[in-house]
């Protein structure tokens, strides 16, 4: 196959799997959110420990532990990572698919008000308008619904600030999650105790299929990411931001399709101004990538 044809497969294969993911938590409903968590930081942690042998993962490791301000940066980042697990597992659990999939509709509009904010680009009309509309969106779901939809900005904010993290740490994506389940693991530890202290812990202790698809937790975490960045490899930017839409859509269908969540007209009209917002900032990512025509 092609490079194009292996990128895009990989890039839609990652995304498809992000966007299919609550059927696993749904599945794992009858434990509890923070040993799902934990459980998710361990198998991924013992997964990704199959890569050390690779030289190039063995620096990235060896010069964090060297670099304070890396250390320092990557312990941040597995903070943000950890804590957009749970949320997202609670959300799942708790029947708030389609908050969720909001969240990440957002997370590439909340990525570029952080650029403005953080790193001072400036931004372009098309995405000035691009972000109105969607703050118009969220803030119309607020005033219909009467609550702010906490889950959904959490989501999208905190991931926002998770690319932005790893964007400008030099380490690479296997070594990076590595260190970020390394760093978490006295927290997956203190979750383990609270669950014990809140109810038991049901690994090993219900039935062996339960076992089962908690030890897929890290599968499940690393084959995405593992594609995310095969596609990385092979595809242009601008497509790889196209493809990222589909997780939240595939989300949004799963959560009122599948799992029958509600969707009243205010709810959807917020969606439907949240995805024109996302459709003019694409188009302006397109027109601006697209090369000047020859002289």
């Known amino acids: 196959m092609t490079s194009d044809r292996i990128g895009f497969l990989a890039g839609l294969s990652a995304y498809s799997l992000w966007g299919l993911y609550p059927f696993y938590f749904k599945a794992l409903d009858h434990v509890a ?24 993962m063995r620096r990235d490791v060896a010069r964090v532990f060297r670099t304070p301000s890396l250390l320092l940066g990557m312990l941040f980042s597995a903070l943000i990572i950890a804590s957009n697990w749970l949320v997202y597992v609670i959300a799942v659990q708790t029947g708030h698919v389609l908050e969720a999939s909001l969240g990440y509709f957002l997370s590439p509009l909340t990525f ?12 372009r009309r098309l995405q000035w308008l691009a972000v ?3 703050a118009f969106g969220v803030l119309w779901m607020i005033v219909h619904a009467g609550v702010v939809p906490k ?8 991931f926002s600030i998770y690319g932005l993290v790893r964007k400008r740490l030099p380490v690479g994506p296997l070594a990076g999650l590595f260190l970020e389940c390394l760093f978490a693991l006295p927290l997956a530890g203190a979750m383990f105790l609270y669950a014990e202290a809140t ?3 049901v690994f090993t202790r219900l039935d062996l299929s339960t076992d089962l698809l908690v030890m897929l937790a890290g599968f499940f975490t690393i084959g995405p990411l593992w594609l995310f960045n095969v596609a990385a490899k092979h595809l242009p930017l601008t497509t790889l931001g196209m493809l990222q839409y589909i997780a939240p859509t595939l989300l949004f269908f799963v959560g009122a399709f599948v799992f029958a969540e509600p ?13 024109a ?3 003019i900032y694409s188009l302006d990512a397109l027109r601006t990538a697209r090369p000047a025509p020859a002289a």
């Not at 570029?112 to 931004?123: F, G, I, N, S, Y």
């Not at 969707?263 to 995805?275: A, H, N, P, S, T």
Request: aromatic share 10%; hydrophobic share 70%; no cysteine.
């Open 33 to 56: 959110s923070v040993e799902v968590l934990a459980h998710r930081i361990v198998w991924s942690l013992v997964m990704l420990a199959l890569f050390l042998p690779l030289p190039e």
């Open 151 to 158: 889950i959904a900005l959490f989501l999208g904010i905190s």
């Open 132 to 134: 109105g509309i969607a």
């Open 199 to 201: 109810g038991g812990i």
């Open 277 to 279: 917002a996302l459709a």
């Open 263 to 275: 969707v009243d007209f205010g709810r959807l009209m917020g969606f439907v101004l949240i995805w």
């Open 112 to 123: 570029v008000l952080l650029a403005l904010l953080v790193l001072r680009e400036r931004l």
